[in-house]
């Protein structure tokens, strides 16, 4: 079997369609390969190995062979030799998941560095510090990575290695009266070397192996087991990574920008990764190891004059300083992002003025730069429509639907600080100063910014919780920056002025000190940091031309029609503006509560007769009239479902003393008797109860209310020359009768109102379908309906006998044993209540071809279930308004994958 796949002159085994076997790093530096872009030579360790390794603590069988002829073969590209005395070959050990894990995983550099092959390396590059400095570093990363970590060794001094090492380091510098690394000296180093190893023996237990092979197995295990470290597990949780797909390993010659000031390391983008636009976008470090950039010790130098920020704004750039490396870098851009038709991620050094390309990948983007970058990869032609829509989330689209700060608030407000602006956006929010911190308060349900010097992998569940997140170091490709961005969160990196004290959890800018729990807002578009908290405000999405692109072209694309769930005319009127194509569900019970109409209702509910009860409900007609006529109005001449009064009664009931007295002097008649008839209504299943049509077939007079309400509306608007389209919807059907039994009241009611108008209008009378003896018998109610709208919360609800209200006492506990997958309330169960929609589809359309189908529960703006609706043959999704570009790209996106 294939355990390794060597790269390395032009030639590769493996290629960039092979993530799941070679990692998405593996994969990646093959298909450099074979396009000819300079990567140091190596080979990658399939996932394969990974996961055998984890189930049996052992390798396969012939893997250590097949090492050992893949070392050969970049022994002989390299002309070196591993562990050779004279001229010796180094290697970097790295992790390379399926789907990029930034900084999740380990990493061992200057692999095969020994004590027996420095001098080798010293005549190598004649340069006898460099060497002993990249010695110190792989004792310390070594013996940090490998052997305490994956090799479960700990200090007997109590603290960790490498925080040991650094006490030998800070104390010898400041016995020399050394303030910073770079003025040690080759004998400083290699005397701190020695000192290191001593103190690993001694407080490990075990001695640093100054050998090269064995140097390597440690560091390849060491890989191998940091994809089972707990912030590894954490992002997986979080990202929705499988266990099971385990890492590769990559093996690689290694190459060093920190051989003088003719070396470099950087990191890029093809276009820039918070705008999109297309600009050439990155940082470098002279004389410096790639880490050194992502850390944020040194402010990085920018690329070119288009990625300057305000803090290297005065720092020379690659194109400036070394124009030649820059215009190969340049052309290695271009090529990748023709080879690849996306924004590339790059990772490059430069060794000795020769440049190197070290990764590239997919790069990560915010959503307003993912949607500009698509739009405009179309425009140039290096991808199709299809392609664009697919390579924007629904994740995307909501993050450009976030808020931002007001700026009339922002004009009158004083900037505390001001940071790089990582993520764009705005975020206020209580200040904390850890992860576990921003745990305990986003437990307690508030809102968290999260300030940190700088953050590491071992802070992304803290991240993850926090509405923004500010850091005292780093650049614009920082931990903090990269993972924000992936998330869409608003984030500042670099903000210098803040000196954080952990022990007070304060901070203190200038001379302000704000303590944990204060409020702050940041600007994640400006990078400006305000010490209060100022208003947010929506995005101007009427005017962002690649987001009007992006819905033009999923609307082209879609087959499904999108509507809106709402019952006020402004929501309406937004959803319109969204892009919604009529009102899937006007729900009428929330019209009830005001205080004028509350207590006709009740009158209306406590009526014992039927006259009485006709009385007080007309007392709602010019209300309800009026509520109808601005929704219609705001939609016409889309289709508007209005839904008639649902819910069980008695929550319209009263509940204090001094509701029921009140309502005693309005109906005339005493307390004693209200409080019976409330007793009398009062239900142990109400979600089972009198609801529904039930309530409409008990008390006809409430439909011919409603819907002479909805009819009368609809002639007004006529007669003022709209043509508003009424949908009268039953709710909580179950049987055919029931259907019949309302929509002759309707019928009747519709041709009085004409009669009385002298004029005449389209509607239509259907039903929701929401419970499951309403799917099964679907062909009987199609005979007597123009529509159905599957409610499919109660469906959900009915379905499963999980009541939707009180779920919450044991789902998470289900979901957290894998009894169920996600929550069937937010995500249709497709195997359970997808089967019954599917039978109500079917069933439906066999006995009314003409049948209009639609979906109005809460699934209507959920990407996977439209997808699944898609599929299933529906007319129509119905969603919140703020859901509806989404649902236009998720159904655009489910047009696509089922090639319809
Ligand atoms: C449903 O049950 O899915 C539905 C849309 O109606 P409601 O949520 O109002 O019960
Ligand atoms: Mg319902």
């Known amino acids: 079997m294939k355990f390794i796949y060597n790269f390395g002159e032009g030639n590769a085994d493996g290629a960039a369609n092979q993530k799941g076997l070679l990692g998405g790093k593996g994969a990646n530096l093959a298909e450099m390969t074979r396009l000819g872009i300079p990567v140091p030579p190596g080979f990658t360790i399939t996932t394969e190995v990974c996961t055998y390794y984890m189930k049996h603590n ?23 030799r591993f562990g050779s005395v004279e001229n010796p070959l180094l290697v970097s050990v790295r992790s390379g998941a399926r789907q990029s894990m930034p900084g999740m995983m380990e990493t061992v550099l200057n692999v095969g560095l020994t004590k027996d092959t420095i001098p080798g390396l010293i005549a190598q590059s004649g340069d006898k510090r460099f060497v002993y400095d990249a010695y110190r570093r792989l004792i310390m990363m070594y013996s940090d990575v490998v052997m305490e970590k994956a090799q479960g060794l700990t200090s007997k001094n109590g603290i960790d290695i490498r925080e040991e090492l650094e006490g030998v380091l800070t104390e010898y510098k400041k016995s020399k009266g050394i303030d910073d690394d770079t003025k040690l000296t080759a004998e400083d180093l290699k005397f701190l070397s020695s ?36 912030r590894a597990k954490t992002y997986r949780h979080i990202e929705n990574i499988p266990d099971e797909w385990g890492t590769a390993v990559n093996v690689q010659t290694m190459v060093f920008g920190n051989m003088g000031e003719s070396s470099a390391t950087g990191v890029a983008f093809t276009r820039n990764p918070a705008t999109g636009e297309n600009h050439f976008y990155g940082e470098w470090l002279a004389n410096a190891q790639g880490e050194d ?11 070119n004059v288009n990625s300057t920020t305000s803090e290297s704004i005065h720092l020379p750039s690659l194109e400036q300083e070394n124009p030649k490396i820059y215009d190969v870098l340049d052309k290695v851009k271009n090529q990748l992002e023709v080879h690849y038709h996306d924004m590339q991620d790059l990772e490059f050094t430069i060794q000795k003025d020769r440049l190197w390309m070290l990764q590239t990948r997919t790069g990560k983007r915010n959503g307003a730069a993912a949607i500009r970058i698509a739009m405009d990869m179309l425009d140039e032609g290096l991808i199709s429509e299809d392609e664009a829509l697919m390579r924007i989330s629904t994740d995307h689209l909501d993050e450009i639907m976030h808020e931002t700060v007001h700026p009339e608030a922002e004009k009158n407000a004083d900037v505390l600080a001001t940071g790089l602006p990582a993520g764009p956006g705005g975020a206020f929010g209580h200040i904390v100063f850890t992860a576990e911190d921003a745990e305990k308060w986003h437990a307690l349900g508030k809102n968290i910014i999260l300030i940190r010097n700088e953050t590491s992998p071992e802070d992304v ?35 210098s002025d803040l000196q954080i004290n952990l022990k007070n959890k304060s901070v203190s800018i200038h001379n302000i000190t704000l303590k944990e729990g204060d409020i702050i807002t940041l600007n994640g578009s400006s990078g400006n940091v305000y010490a209060n908290e100022l208003s947010l405000e929506k995005p101007d999405l009427k005017n962002n031309q690649y987001f009007n692109k992006l819905m033009d072209i999923s609307d082209r694309r879609r087959t499904l029609k999108i509507r809106a769930n709402t019952d006020r005319e402004e929501d309406a009127s937004q959803a319109r503006q969204f892009g919604a194509e009529g009102i899937g569900l006007c729900r009428t019970e929330h019209m009830f509560f005001e205080p004028e109409r509350i207590s006709a209702m009740r009158e209306m ?28 109005k705001a939609m016409a001449p889309f289709p508007v479902t209005i839904r008639l009064l649902d819910p069980p009664l008695h929550e319209f009931l009263p509940h204090t003393d001094s509701q029921i007295n009140s309502l005693s002097k309005d109906m005339n008649v005493p307390t004693s008797e209200i409080t019976s008839r409330i007793a009398a209504l009062h239900e142990s299943n109400p979600m089972l109860g009198h609801r529904g049509c039930r309530l409409g077939v008990m008390y006809p007079e409430i439909t011919e209310m409603q819907s002479q309400a909805i009819f009368e509306a609809t002639t007004k608007l006529k007669k003022e020359g709209l043509n508003p389209f009424p949908e009268v919807m039953i709710p909580l059907v179950g049987s055919a009768p029931e259907l019949s039994n309302q929509r002759k009241h309707i019928i009747n009611i519709a ?10 209008f389209d509607y239509s009378v259907g039903t929701m379908i929401e419970l499951p003896r309403a799917c099964i018998t679907a062909n009987e109610i199609a005979e007597v309906a123009e529509f159905f709208s599957f409610g499919t919360n109660d469906l959900t609800q009915t379905t499963y006998g999980f009541s939707r209200d009180d779920v919450s006492t044991f789902l998470p506990y289900y979901i957290d044993k894998n009894i169920i997958k996600g929550d069937p309330f937010q995500s249709i169960d497709q195997n359970g209540v997808g089967e019954l929609v599917k ?28 997808s699944f609706f898609h599929k299933t043959g529906l007319n129509y999704v119905s969603c919140s308004p703020f859901r509806v570009p989404i649902a236009r790209l998720s159904a655009a996106q489910a047009a696509i994958l089922h090639n319809l």
């Open 839 to 866: 039978i109500g589809v079917q069933k439906g359309r066999s006995t009314n071809a003409n049948l209009k189908i639609g979906i109005c529960g809460e699934h209507g703006g959920d990407p996977k279930s439209i």
């Open 751 to 760: 041709k009085k109102v004409q009669q009385s108008e002298s004029i005449q």
């Open 293 to 303: 950039v992502v850390a944020g010790i040194r402010t990085p130098n920018p690329l």
């Open 605 to 632: 509910i406590l009526s014992t007769d039927k006259e009485s009860r006709r009385n007080a409900v007309m007392k709602l007609l010019p209300f309800q009239r009026d509520d109808f006529y601005g929704i219609l």
């Open 461 to 495: 569940h803290g991240m993850h919780v926090s509405s923004g997140i500010l850091t005292a170091k780093g650049g614009m490709t920082s931990h903090a920056a990269l993972v924000a961005r992936g998330w869409g969160k608003c984030c500042i990196v670099g903000c």
């Open 58 to 80: 052992t390798y396969p069988k012939d893997f250590d062979t097949q090492i050992a002829t893949s070392l050969n073969k970049i022994e002989k590209i390299m002309n070196q």
């Open 195 to 230: 000192k290191f190893k001593e103190h690993i023996e001694s407080a490990l237990g075990k001695a640093f192996p100054d050998n090269a092979k064995d140097q390597l197995w440690g560091a390849i295990a060491a890989v191998f087991k940091s994809w089972n470290g707990k």
